[in-house]
């Protein structure tokens, strides 16, 4: 292990987020009796500029008013080019109630944006005397914030997870994509050489490298890393499998786009069963092999070793986590 000690964020449950956009406030009942673990209610992108205004007046209130159980709340913020983010940040913080528990940055270029809105929120709660401190999310959605994810995943205690903001990110890179965070089936390699008869195309994961940077940046700061949209909702097969491949990467959770996609992202970040009983075995086992001074032992005819004990634990705390939500 290295001498520098890594601060995990608040152990929140983040295998669903479901973003509600401002405008929609008919939506927020439904979204808080859902099953998701965090809401995001949306000032940004979903918000028409000339309804920012009204937006805000609908969140600060139903922050207040709205029965939202054990979920988190977060608010989506406008981003930091925008006319709109001070005043997101100013009206939310004095004049919503203490629920509201994260802000959600939107196109983070550099470290300096979340030290930027660390410095506002910092005066606004002092100032407002509220006790409970935000925690920031912040979207990577830009190739700046893409260069620069790993100074912003330590730019400030606040943090709480990164996201793949994949349908601002296309737009950002030129990135070619026919669907959000969907494969292209321009992305893939062909098998064998030109006098290969049964040549096969295989489709690849064009959003590989952008996740797993992130999941990197995140881990090393004890971040969250989550995965972020899937556009066709009418398309639960296509979520699972976007949603699994994240998952093996380390990724913790994935944005709802729509109420339907909550219990796939529940299901598909949710340890099975299965797994949870055999990291349990894998516990057992290590607990019993260092009793006997071994630093390795066979379990189902595989090899067992100190590493396997952090993976197995982390895997019981998180259904740990689960089940007494
Ligand atoms: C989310 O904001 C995205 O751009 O995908
Ligand atoms: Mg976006």
């Not at 406030?25 to 979204?31: I, M, R, S, W």
């Not at 990164?162 to 969907?182: C, K, Q």
């Not at 089936?185 to 008869?197: E, Q, S």
């Not at 071994?294 to 089940?323: F, H, M, N, W, Y």
Request: charged share 25%; with cysteine; net charge negative.
């Amino acid at each position: 292990m290295s001498f520098k000690a890594i601060k995990e964020a608040p152990p929140r449950l983040n295998r669903s987020e479901l973003a509600v956009p401002g405008t929609s406030p008919q939506f927020f009942e439904k979204a808080a009796k859902s099953d998701v673990d965090v809401i995001f209610l949306d000032l940004e992108d979903a918000v028409a500029p000339d309804k920012k205004a009204e937006a805000r007046k609908n969140i600060i209130q139903a922050i207040g008013d709205i029965d939202w159980g054990k979920k988190t709340l977060s608010v989506r913020i406008n981003g930091l080019d925008t006319p709109y983010m001070y005043r997101d940040v100013v009206d939310l913080l004095e004049q919503s109630s203490d629920r509201l528990d994260l802000i959600m940055i939107p196109k983070v270029g550099t470290a300096a944006d979340a030290y930027a809105v660390d410095m506002l929120v910092t005066q606004v709660e002092d100032a407002k005397g509220r006790k409970k401190r935000i925690g920031f999310e912040y979207i990577i959605e830009t190739a700046l914030g893409m260069q620069n994810i790993h100074e912003i995943a330590a730019a400030s205690p606040r943090g709480e997870s990164l996201h793949f903001g994949v349908a601002d990110y296309a737009a950002f890179t030129r990135a070619r994509t026919t669907m959000i965070g969907g494969p292209n089936p321009d992305y893939g390699v062909l098998t064998g050489g030109a006098d290969d008869k049964d040549r096969q195309f295989h489709w690849g994961d064009m959003w590989h490298y952008a996740i797993a940077r992130m999941v990197v940046a995140a881990r090393a700061n004890g971040l969250r890393p989550i995965d972020g949209p899937f556009g066709d909702f009418s398309d639960p097969d296509g979520f699972r499998a976007q949603g699994n491949r994240a998952a093996t990467l380390g990724c913790e959770g994935k944005w709802a786009i729509h109420p339907s996609q909550i219990v796939l992202a529940n299901e598909v970040y949710t340890p099975p069963e299965k797994e949870v009983t055999k990291a349990k075995r894998i516990l057992e086992a290590m607990e019993q092999a260092q009793k006997e001074g071994k630093g390795a032992v066979t379990l189902d005819g595989r090899l067992i070793d100190i590493a396997s004990i952090k993976q197995a634990e982390t895997l019981v705390a998180k259904a740990a986590q689960i089940a007494a939500n």
